[in-house]
């Protein structure tokens, strides 16, 4: 415990010396780093910030030294994140290849593999999609259509990939393709690394009922895919993903509390948009609404913190079953209430008659419906909490 | 602060599954209403719980407490939840035990801790005065006499009330009849002269009463805490009281949820088991995650009794609130599956469903926390 204590002043030190002031600001989504070959620093302190981190591996900090890390413990890393928290520390890199694809590499990968991509993560210098979906196989992931072919030294691979984020700005992207198409529907598929710049792989963007486009489709036309970019054992790319959806649940979950913007609360929401009357909001169903949405959140977040400790203690339990799930269900909820508090003014889409937050605020309610589909959406949640918590039969 | 339970803890909770499973069934309960046990529990099963060191799990061990603090109750309390032991354990050993540890002069809890700890002493918290909690809004009088108080008013939905041998009764000395200022605990001998207790049956089949008391001498010594100042001892009494509730209806709601979810996997219907309709299947699943929020709920609430008393009022309220919707839901989802032999009485689940709706209206409904959850967080 008081290892832990020092550590955290050590860290608290190092932020306060290392952070730039203009990187402790509130950020907008222009300041975003993301990394990768086409990625641009909005400033000359954000690259200055990105830098230091990147040389205490604290860029992924709980990933091992050895391929450039930070090598800290679940607990250090907490004590990391907290402390950044603490002074509105930015996040200096984001990345796909951080959430996702790292942790599955360093789980399923070979060394080459690792010493290969986990550095370039590291060091922010690839941008990683993911491609799972399928236009014909949203929910239904095993039903995937995309083929790679076995070609002696490399895979050829022909199909198309749905729901690629911002794939128009990636390097490389990481696919669930059909290497066997005799095989039942989850056995028979590998799990693919492929470098975008490769001939034969395009990107078009799809544009959202939220006005944005950050989704793409990805199309693969005669792409030679060299046989070292498998990851795990050929046929058994299932348990590679299932890993990785891991991940990202609890990604999605994490969104709300870890979101770069910063966006309205409800409760600040209610304060400059409602009437009190007593101390107390006029609107009693609101203020039930209000109440409600406040309870879940904190539950919410106290089972967040509950996985932690769990992880930390070799406990198992299902609170990380249900995470995707509650935390995404939870979002929507607020999104919705937060819309209900602000009533006209909450429906600006563009202008300068809106402030920047308002407007944000009706966009982030239209993306927010993505939540609860992307990812495995809440439906196929509860399939699999029946199926896999409460052990229910299958028809 | 804990969201995880240590060895200790769990090994308690072992020990009191197994001690209730052979000791306090459901069965037990049933046979204590089918024969109108005058008492409505067992005090051989008391004293074997005190012997046990469950009546003292809270208490200091300067007063022959266990101290195992509100994590060991939780697990304890969850277990009995889930056989719906009837006893003693709520009113004397965490309500009442309570008021004396935070409101007792010393002279108070040397000679009335160790009792309880030991078994030999019951108590009661006389409150309520309506239908509903509003645990300000007290109108029963406690008159100063010389070195005495004069007591007068009637209380109802006292739980243990007709079984413990002294009440800690809540009464206005002070202030007009909705004011926390000038409340006052006095602790009364149940066979005192003017205090008549009718015990009434509720749809639990556990514990409670109305009490009238009728111009009862109470002398001063027996004042808990300080005069005028009883609601800086029973609001923090009371916030113990809640989360210990909502651990006993965590277990109510697991045990009438697992109940459920094996009954999905053994009955069929059209050819199939019916635990393989997705229409069940996704209500039990949605369930699932109620249980591990209000879980992370519930271990935050109880480690805040002993971690962090200044944040326990919102975390009591928290934690009340969410089990109250919990054990509402699940019991009702627990009927409604069972189909036609879930609301028979051979079937126990009807019992978890009366527990929940009773457990529901102590210290504060749905309604009243969510209120009180509001106004804390400044709306």
């Not at chain 1, 107390?280 to 879940?296: C, E, N, P, T, W």
């Not at chain 1, 199926?387 to 229910?392: A, C, G, H, S, Y």
């Not at chain 2, 004069?150 to 079984?163: E, R, T």
């Not at chain 2, 965590?250 to 009438?256: K, N, T």
Request: with cysteine; aromatic share 8%.
């Amino acid at each position: 415990m008081e290892d832990l204590e020092n550590f955290r002043l050590e860290v608290r030190e190092w932020l306060q010396a290392n952070c730039p002031e203009s990187q402790r600001q509130p950020m907008k989504r222009e300041d975003q780093y993301w990394g990768g070959r086409r990625g641009k620093f909005p400033s000359e302190d954000a690259k200055l910030w990105f830098e230091r981190m990147r040389d205490k591996g604290w860029t992924t900090p709980e990933w091992p030294k050895q391929y450039g890390g930070g090598g800290l413990s679940p607990q250090q890393g907490r004590i990391l994140k907290e402390e950044m928290q603490r002074i509105n520390a930015r996040t200096p890199v984001y990345g796909i290849g951080i959430w996702m694809l790292g942790p599955a590499v360093l789980e399923y990968g070979n060394e080459e593999q690792k010493q290969k991509h986990i550095r370039a993560i590291v060091n922010g210098e690839t941008r990683w999609a993911q491609g799972y979906s399928e236009p014909g196989a949203g929910s239904d992931l095993a039903s995937l259509q995309c083929r790679a072919e076995d070609k002696g030294d490399h895979f050829l691979v022909n199909g198309s990939k749905i729901w690629t984020t911002a794939a128009d700005k990636c390097d490389w992207i990481f696919c669930l393709v059909r290497t066997d198409p005799n095989a039942k529907k989850q056995e028979g598929i590998s799990f693919l690394l492929i470098d975008m710049d490769e001939p034969g792989v395009s990107t078009s963007p799809i544009p959202l009922i939220s006005g944005e486009s950050e989704f793409c489709q990805t199309f693969f036309d005669n792409v030679k895919v060299p046989k070292e970019n498998l990851v795990g054992e050929l046929n058994k790319g299932w348990s590679v993903a299932k890993a990785l959806l891991v991940h990202e649940r609890k990604l999605m979950a994490e969104m709300g509390s870890d979101s770069p913007r910063k966006v309205l609360v409800p409760n600040a929401a209610a304060r400059e948009y409602l009437e009190f009357e007593n101390g107390k909001i006029a609107d009693a169903r609101l203020r039930s609404d209000l109440v409600d949405y406040d309870m879940q959140m904190q539950a919410v977040a106290l089972t967040h913190f509950r996985t932690f400790e769990e992880k930390a203690a070799g406990v198992r339990s299902a609170a990380g079953m249900v995470m995707k799930y509650v935390g995404t269900e939870a979002e929507k909820t607020k999104s919705e209430l937060l819309l209900a508090i602000m009533g006209s003014r909450g429906l600006g889409w563009e202008g300068d008659e809106f402030t920047a937050q308002e407007i944000d605020t009706a966009r982030l309610w239209a993306m927010s419906k993505a939540m609860t589909i992307a990812g495995g959406s809440s439906e196929i949640q509860l399939n699999l909490i029946a199926k896999n918590v409460l052990e229910l039969p299958q028809s | 602060m804990a969201l995880v339970l240590t060895e200790e803890q769990r090994l308690l909770q072992d020990t009191a599954k197994d001690f209730l499973a052979n000791n306090a069934p459901v069965a037990a309960l049933r046979k204590l209403r089918d024969e109108k046990d005058p008492l409505g529990y067992s005090p051989d099963l008391w004293q074997q719980m005190a012997e046990m060191g469950w009546a003292s799990i809270i208490l200091p061990e300067a007063y022959g407490g266990l101290e195992f603090g509100f994590l060991g109750l939780g697990v304890v309390l969850e277990e009995s939840g889930r056989t719906l032991a009837a006893s003693p354990l709520f009113a004397s050993a965490v309500v009442g035990a309570s008021a004396i540890l935070l409101g007792g002069s010393e002279e108070q809890k040397q000679a009335l801790l160790p009792a309880i700890a030991g078994g030999e002493l019951t108590l009661a918290l006389a409150l309520e005065e309506s239908n509903h909690h509003r645990p300000t809004q007290i109108s029963t009088t406690a008159t100063a006499q010389g070195d005495s108080f004069v007591l007068n008013g009637s209380k109802c939905f006292v739980l243990d009330g007709h079984s413990a041998e002294q009440l800690i009764v809540v009464a206005r000395t002070s202030g007009g009849d909705r004011d926390s200022s000038g409340l006052t605990l006095l602790l009364v001998e149940r066979d005192t002269a003017g205090v008549s207790c009718q015990r009434t049956i509720l749809m639990d089949s556990r514990n409670a009463a109305d009490i009238t008391f009728d111009n009862v001498t109470v002398p001063a010594a027996n004042v808990i805490g300080q005069v005028d100042r009883g609601w800086e001892v029973l609001e923090p009494v009371l916030d113990r009281g809640r989360v210990a509730i909502a651990a006993e209806m965590m277990g109510v709601a697991l045990e009438a949820f697992e109940r459920t979810t094996a009954y999905l996997k053994e009955r069929e219907q059209f050819g199939q088991l019916i635990g393989s309709f997705q229409a069940l299947q996704h209500r039990q699943a949605h369930i699932q995650s109620e249980v591990e929020l209000c879980r992370s709920v519930l271990l935050q609430a109880l480690s805040t009794v002993d971690d962090a008393p200044q944040e326990l009022p919102l975390l009591a309220s928290l934690a009340k609130a969410k089990l109250n919707e919990l054990a509402k839901r699940v019991t009702n989802e627990a009927v409604q599956m069972h189909g036609g032999i879930g609301v028979t009485d051979e079937l126990d689940i009807g019992f978890f469903l009366k527990r929940a709706r009773v457990a529901m209206q102590v210290f504060g409904d749905t309604g009243y926390h969510k209120d009180r959850y509001a106004t804390l967080c400044g709306y």
